[in-house]
Antibody
Framework: EVQVLDSGGHLVQPGGSLRLSCAPS????????MTWVRQAPGKGLEWVST???????YYADSVKGRFTISRDNSKNTLYLQLNSLRAEDTAVYYC?????????WGQGALVTVSS | DVVMTQSPLSLPVTLGQPASISCRSS???????????LNWFQQRPGQSPRRLIS???NRDSGVPDRFSGSGSGTDFTLKISRVEAEDVGVYYC?????????FGQGTKVEIK
């Protein structure tokens, strides 16, 4: 059974940094692209970033230059480094498996950016 | 960037009646590999999103056959043949053809 586990919730000050992690299981992690999608409180889904199986990375303009997606295939873990955080980055961050489509999703990690 | 536009944004439905959600993209979603990467996701209250349909009309394992997807190019539809109470939630279309990826605004399905 495929499972995707996100890291827990976090409270960060504006301008601060944070690293989210995601540890999927039940499939060969290195074979798949992985993606982060976020959802601000009461809002819709927003694609954030994707890392392909070969390490190629893609970012939404809203996070480009501030967020970095990476993966450690030896640890079966996906990361999202969030820097220069703003209030508008407050959201639940979901880790999901896939490149063109997302077939398995984590439970989400709440990131709150507030002073 | 591709913009995904859903309608309606709110859909009150009577139990057992059909429901239909439209999704339009600002550009064709036909990929150079000839696939059309249009997906539909369901998000029940308090839950993570769940994929229902990929590549326009391919229903995921375990998704009831009352859900169906259709369309081509820039115009797509999700249909529920007979709405059940467990179908309450928000439905999103999403294009996986172009960068950046994009979701529609979401359609909230509720029971009348």
């Amino acid at each position: 059974e495929v499972q995707v586990l996100d890291s827990g919730g976090h409270l960060v000050q504006p301008g601060g940094s944070l690293r989210l992690s995601c540890a999927p299981s039940g499939f060969t992690f290195s074979f798949y692209a992985m993606t982060w999608v976020r959802q601000a409180p009461g809002k819709g889904l927003e694609w954030v970033s994707t890392i392909a199986y070969d390490g190629s990375t893609y970012y939404a303009d809203s996070v480009k230059g501030r967020f970095t997606i990476s993966r450690d295939n030896s640890k079966n873990t996906l990361y999202l480094q969030l820097n220069s955080l703003r209030a508008e980055d407050t959201a639940v961050y979901y880790c999901a498996r896939g490149y063109y489509t997302y077939d398995h999703w984590g439970q989400g990690a709440l990131v709150t950016v507030s002073s | 960037d591709v913009v995904m536009t859903q309608s309606p944004l709110s859909l009150p439905v009577t139990l057992g009646q059909p429901a239909s959600i439209s999704c339009r993209s600002s550009q064709s979603l036909v990929h150079s590999d000839e696939n059309t990467y249009l997906n539909w996701f369901q998000q029940r209250p308090g839950q993570s999103p769940r994929r229902l349909i990929s590549k326009v009309s391919n229903r995921d394992s375990g998704v009831p056959d009352r859900f169906s997807g259709s369309g081509s190019g820039t115009d797509f539809t999700l249909k529920i043949s007979r709405v059940e109470a467990e179908d309450v939630g928000v439905y999103y279309c999403m294009q996986g053809t172009h960068w950046p990826r994009a979701f529609g605004q979401g359609t909230k399905v509720e029971i009348k």
